[in-house]
């Protein structure tokens, strides 16, 4: 064989042995690819189902220390007063229940036709605390909300106004009253004539399991003769929300799932669910 033609074998090989190599290669790092994929999919899944063990620990809770729906629940009871931890392989668990009628009833205001008065004098004066401009309690009625983020739609409410009162805020049933015995310093001190003193006060003087009824709470030495309505307040609660915070390695994920009491069965169904995705944070 000729020198010339030796030299362009030798090419042809060195050519088709970088394609192989290009090829191999490629298929190397599909491969790698695939298993990242496979690894983040596991990682994935194993927040989701801690956060959904969470879930059911939680109202398993409920269900065994609230049995009564006819007894007062309070900020003192079992409860509300821990916070588990439950450590998993390179994380943990928390979990923290709610009850969401602590806060204000948004559904109260979206009634077709006229809003009580005291209502909406309480509904100005969470407002004021949290120092935002107020919008009128009209700019509600008639709306037609299935979640509380829809208030954004609300001429006047911006950014601002939202972050600040969504803490305080929650969209149940009509029906539903603002319970005393779990209701924060904030929201007491809407009530007529309390100032945030008295509800500093009336908070811990709280009894541990809660006023038996709104007249005890109403007739306590701190709040006789401000003439404090009882229209939308009560002692108990059907409401809860459910809080697991997921932390595995430098992932992070928040599930929110609402809950309610069936009143004619006593049993606990899932409302809504928010799952949030998981944050990464770079390690410190």
């Known amino acids: 064989m000729r020198k010339g033609q030796q030299g362009i074998a ?17 298929m190397l790092r599909s491969h790698r690819l695939a298993l990242h994929s496979s690894a983040q999919q596991l990682h994935q899944l194993q927040l989701r189902q801690s956060a959904f063990a969470g879930e059911a620990w939680g109202r398993e809770r409920l269900h065994t220390l609230l049995a009564d729906p006819k007894l007062p629940v ?4 079992a409860w509300a007063q821990s916070r588990p931890e439950w450590l998993i392989d390179n994380g943990h668990i928390e979990v923290d229940i709610e009850d ?12 077709q036709g006229a809003v009580d008065e005291v209502l909406k004098q309480r509904w100005l004066r969470l407002q004021t605390q949290l120092d935002l401009p107020p919008i009128d309690a009209s700019a509600l009625q008639g709306l037609n909300l299935s979640d509380i983020s829809q208030l954004r739609s609300v ?6 106004w939202y972050t600040r009162m969504q803490p305080w805020i929650a969209l149940l049933d009509k029906d539903a009253t603002l319970n005393i015995n779990t209701a924060s310093v904030t ?16 908070v811990s ?10 007249e005890d709470f109403t007739f306590t030495p701190a709040l006789i003769g401000l003439g404090l309505q009882a229209t939308g307040l009560g002692t108990t609660s059907r409401w809860f929300r459910i809080t697991t915070h997921v932390r595995v390695g430098q992932s992070r994920l928040r599930l929110e799932s ?5 009143l004619k069965t006593g049993r606990w169904h899932l409302l809504q669910r928010r799952l949030l ?8």
């Open 100 to 111: 969401l009628a602590a806060r204000f009833n948004v559904s109260a205001l979206l009634t």
């Open 205 to 214: 003087e709280r009894p541990l399991q809660g006023y038996a009824s709104v």
């Open 10 to 26: 030798l090419l042809t090989v060195l050519l088709v042995m970088s394609l192989a190599l290009l090829v191999t290669a490629g």
């Open 155 to 160: 001429p006047g409410v911006d950014a601002r």
């Open 258 to 262: 609402d809950m309610a009491r069936d």
């Open 187 to 202: 929201l007491l001190a809407t009530l007529e004539g309390v100032t945030p003193a008295m509800a500093r006060r009336s």
């Open 74 to 77: 309070a900020a003192g009871q």
């Open 277 to 284: 995705a998981p944050e990464h944070s770079e390690p410190s």
